[in-house]
């Protein structure tokens, strides 16, 4: 962590809840752990929005796979810093049917499957 950066405590209600955040030297909050959110709409035609939170900078992937596991698209595809991604995705070219996403940021790995309807 650099000098900027630190931690913000933040007070919540009468009972001085104390809640500690990583906060990067733009003070954007940095999420406490990688997650991949599932995806919004879903299902949908042709387009929907992935989220994904890094806790860390990594090298990031989200890829875009068939139920046969071939690679139909790529999204993501490089060095990424700590903090909250929306990727688009447009699956106007894609056939209707179940699609699983997977992110891969350093040692994290997650899938969802989302549902294209035509």
């Known amino acids: ?3 900027e950066e630190g931690n913000k405590i933040t007070f919540l209600g ?4 104390l809640r500690f ?9 940095i999420p406490l752990s990688f997650k991949l959110e599932q995806n919004y709409p879903n299902p949908f ?9 890094l806790s860390s900078v990594s ?4 890829k875009v ?4 596991g071939r690679e139909v698209a790529t999204l993501v595809n490089e060095q990424k ?3 909250d991604y929306v990727v688009n995705f447009d699956a106007s070219k894609l056939s209707s049917g179940i699609y699983i996403y997977k992110l891969n940021a350093g040692n994290y790995s997650s ?6 309807v035509k």
């Open 1 to 3: 962590m650099s000098a």
């Open 59 to 62: 090298f990031v992937t989200l």
């Open 81 to 83: 810093e700590a903090g």
């Open 14 to 17: 009468l009972r001085e809840l």
């Open 45 to 53: 035609n042709p387009n929907t929005v992935i989220s994904y939170q």
């Open 111 to 116: 899938i969802k499957k989302m549902m294209v």
């Open 21 to 29: 955040e990583n906060v990067n030297s733009d003070g954007n909050t």
């Open 65 to 68: 796979y068939d139920v046969l």
